[in-house]
């Protein structure tokens, strides 16, 4: 009968022995685009913890309507420009939730009742009997005019146990609810009596830093937050910065509204100086007259990039539902805009708003870096790059030996993401990766280097007219 025999093995019996290997190779990693990370305040919602939101309805569903002072038009502007998913982090420190006394017939407190989060969303309770039976009663959970939510419950004996019963069976989005006493009245009934105490957390500089290490845990592709403050802003670039150099790539849109001066904005752009920042330095109206400048068209922006695939470009691409930009630009203001990395809107011939060029705000590019990364699109195909090789290598380690056909092994997976992008039309075709010959492999390191074209979109066309007077004649 066979069994297995491992390399090297000998056996001692008569007989056949077997083992076998994966003569195959990983897969080519795929995309992983379109996600996005969104800062910002809400009355609702719980603090500092990254929520997934897969459609714009899961924002009201998650965080209700933000408030007064709310942003949650961050994460509803990244799917309007395109994201797919979305990482929702509400911001602040402490708050208080609202809370609601539920009392019994006898006018005694009998449930203490406490909002899930601490916020000032203004919420109600309704306690009336049922239609169908008077004993039985509902216990209403009311925003305004819409009802969020009905527990059902017993209310003729121990109405406080069977509440609490219902409560523990089916629990709530809402609310929690604790016995203060017993009571062998009914509850008594309230008509959208109001939830009273909930304030909002505080915001300050320090929470911006602690949801910036909240992300760090998840991959996503583009990031923006719900101010326009510099001194938050350049936090944010130190936190790109950092999580890029542990392999972390991802870019990062901040904006200015056209109430900053003009030379003013062109300088901040400038100062960024990085691949990582987009900088949006104009806005644009939609039709009903809503303003979108600063960190709401900048939210526009992250869910285009993030949207867009790589082998397509942001530059000229229409602004959905806008229909004029909030400050129109002369020629000279587009090109020294250009020059100083500040993406702005401008309007197309058909009288459309669009972008008028996909950059970020590199300027001046160290001697390590081409003029490619002062391009949105080619930074995309180049952190593609990087993460489609990490993705596709990564099961590798550990599991092939250092030696030439374990290397091979490497190239040849590494030269099939290279050729996948290639026929998707993000890399120039010649892509490859190879041994690197500078540095010879020793223990558990070997070397390796890629030769890769990305390739940028047309955007200049140049044409040369020859006209004449009248032809030559024979």
Known sequence: MASFFIIGEKKTRPGVYLRYENWGKPPVAGVDDGKCAAVFRSNWGPLGQALVLEQYEDIAKKY?????????????????????????????????????????????SVIQMTLKYPGSRKLAVTIRPTLADPNTSELLIVEGTEQLEKLTFSNTENSVDAL?????????????????????EKLASVDQAEITGGTDPTVNNG????????????????LS?????????????????????????????????????????????????????VYVGNGFTDISGNVYEGWRAAARIAGLIAGTPSNESITRAA??????????????????????????????AANTVWV??????????????????????????????????????????????????????????????????????KLLAGAHVENDSDNKPEGDSAWFVVYADDIDALEKMYYTFKFRFAPEED
């Open 64 to 108: 209700g309507d933000g408030g007064e002072n709310g942003t949650t038009a961050v994460p509803l502007e990244q799917f309007k420009g395109g994201a797919r998913l979305v990482y929702a982090l509400r911001l602040g420190t402490g708050g208080t939730p609202g809370s609601y006394t539920i009392a019994d017939t006898a006018g005694e």
């Open 164 to 184: 609490m019963e219902a409560f523990g069976t089916k629990g709530s989005d809402y609310f929690t609810l604790t016995k203060v006493k017993d009571s062998e």
């Open 225 to 277: 937050i719900d101010t326009e403050d510099t001194a938050v802003q350049a936090l944010m670039q130190l936190f790109l910065n950092r999580i890029y150099q542990g392999g972390k790539f991802t870019m990062g849109v901040i904006g200015e509204p056209t109430t900053v001066d003009f030379e003013t904005r062109l300088q901040h752009a400038s100062a960024y100086n990085d691949y990582q920042i």
């Open 356 to 425: 008028e060029q996909g950059i970020n705000t590199l300027v001046l590019p160290t001697a390590k870096e081409d003029e490619g990364w002062k391009k949105i699109k080619r930074v995309k195909v180049r952190f593609e790059l990087f993460q489609r090789l990490n993705d596709t290598v990564e099961p590798l380690i550990g599991r092939i030996n250092n030696d030439p056909d374990g290397r091979m092994t490497v190239v040849q997976v590494s030269n099939g993401v290279c050729q996948t992008m290639v026929a998707e039309r």
């Open 207 to 222: 929470a911006y830093s602690k949801a910036y290490e909240t992300l760090e845990a998840y991959r996503w592709n583009v």
């Open 319 to 348: 602004i959905t539902g806008a229909v004029e930009c909030t400050e129109l630009l002369t020629n000279n203001q587009h090109e020294r805009a250009i020059k100083a990395g500040a993406l702005m809107f401008s309007v197309s």
